[in-house]
């Protein structure tokens, strides 16, 4: 049944990345629990990638995995862990309306501006070894430009980690108390 | 999901979640940066994602730095009650 239709599987591939993003994402922003709400994001940092993956950017896909939810996530779990959060507060409050208002109004927007763009909406997977003209495996390739057309851009993104780096052991640096 | 990131950081109250919905919202422009990397047959997209995600982990390295330090002074995550500026 999938074989016959060439295009079948992947679609459905992208409509469960993209439909559990979603729902994680929601479900990230919408618990009241932190530690509920950080499975929620891991989830969702995992369907990004495999949305990567779709869209044939497997070294995204890797880095994504490997610093975004190994990294990034793991720092929020220790500061989780540290702050020791029991009970968060209510959700709906005073501003959520004017929140979820903005929100309507900036999805409509940014549906508007989507189905009238001239890429049309196109589903986000190619069949496999379609107009894929790199030579190379993507890896590579990114790679390539990295260190060369973008050299300075990585310096700088360097320069910037380690003014990160200090920033965060300045903030946290505790007096010593006598 | 940016709309959802959005919404998640102008409703939470807890600083924390505030930070998960930023880092919602820098997802979701990493899809569109490798979507149209792809659409494209370009490399730009995804080396500017793959430079996203990295400023993604500084910036929350910092903002956990900075939720670290005001939790010890007023042992509270809501934002509510961080208003040492106001006047």
Not at chain 1, 38 to 48: C, D, G, N, Q, R
Not at chain 1, 114 to 120: I, K, N, R
Not at chain 2, 59 to 70: N, R, S
Request: charged fraction near 10%; charge should be neutral.
């Amino acid at each position: 049944m999938a074989q016959s239709a060439a295009g079948v599987v992947p679609f459905l591939f992208f409509f469960y990345f993209s439909s559990v993003a979603i729902i994680s994402s929601l479900l990230t922003v919408g618990l009241k629990n932190p530690v509920q709400s950080t499975v929620a994001l891991l989830s969702t940092l995992l369907h990004v990638a495999g949305l990567f993956i779709l869209m044939h950017a497997e070294f995204i896909a890797a880095i994504q995995i490997i610093i975004y939810a190994g990294a990034i996530l793991v720092l929020y779990l220790f500061v989780l862990m540290l702050l020791d959060l029991k009970q968060t507060e209510t959700i709906v409050t005073r501003q959520s309306q004017l929140a979820l208002f903005f929100g309507a109004v900036l999805l409509c927007e940014i549906l508007l501006a989507l189905f009238q763009s001239p890429l049309g909406t196109q589903v986000a997977v190619q069949p496999a070894g379609e107009g894929l003209p790199l030579p190379y495996n993507n890896t590579e390739s990114i790679g390539v430009a990295l260190f060369t057309d973008y050299l300075l851009q990585f310096e700088i993104v360097g320069v910037l980690l380690l003014g990160g780096v200090v920033g965060a052991l300045v903030l946290a640096k505790q007096t010593p108390t006598r | 999901m940016f709309v959802i990131g959005l919404v998640g950081v102008l409703m939470r109250r807890n600083f924390l979640i505030i930070l998960y919905s930023i880092e919602l919202m820098l997802n979701a422009a990493n899809i569109n940066l490798v979507a149209f990397s792809q659409r494209l047959q370009s490399h730009e997209g995804q080396i500017l994602s793959l430079f996203v995600i990295t400023i993604a982990a500084a910036e929350a390295a910092i903002g956990l730095a900075i939720i670290v330090v005001l939790f010890r002074r007023r042992a509270t995550t809501n934002v509510d009650e961080l208003n040492l500026l106001k006047w």
